[in-house]
């Protein structure tokens, strides 16, 4: 059992930056690999990104990368979404999620979420 707690987004013009953090609880958050999603108006919740145990793999959705960097301390037992390069469709609610394991892309993979952090990106 893990709880997750997002923040750091906000209103952003289109081309700024933006680092979203999530912190989650317990002493046992390197077991869990964690992945960003997000949430847009009238959408399915998708797939952003994700990172493995250890850190030391990272998945992205096509639509962010080389934007997007997602990185992990397991000692602060938090999670990051840098967000470069920001664009008006990257607006969205944005969820931290964990799961045992390794790393996956899919939303029905994940058994722990947050409650999001919302990002506009203004043009």
């Known amino acids: 059992q893990v709880q997750l707690v997002e923040s750091g987004g906000g209103l952003v013009q289109a081309g700024g930056s933006l680092r979203l953090s999530c912190a989650a609880s317990?002493?046992?958050?390197?077991?869990?690999?964690m992945g960003w999603f997000r949430q847009a108006p009238g959408k399915e919740r998708e797939f952003v990104a994700a990172?493995?145990?250890?850190?030391?793999?990272?998945y992205y959705a096509d639509s962010v990368k080389g934007r997007f960097t997602i990185s992990r301390d397991n000692a602060k037992n938090t999670v990051y979404l840098q967000m470069n390069s920001l664009k008006p469709e990257d607006t969205a609610v944005y969820y931290c999620?964990?799961?045992?394991?390794?790393?996956?892309?899919?939303?029905?993979?994940?058994?722990?979420w947050g409650q999001g952090t919302q990002v506009t990106v203004s043009s």
């Open positions: 999620a964990a799961k045992s394991g390794y790393a996956e892309s899919s939303v029905g993979g994940y058994s722990y």
């Open positions: 317990g002493r046992t958050f390197s077991l869990y690999a």
């Open positions: 990172i493995s145990r250890s850190g030391a793999m990272t």
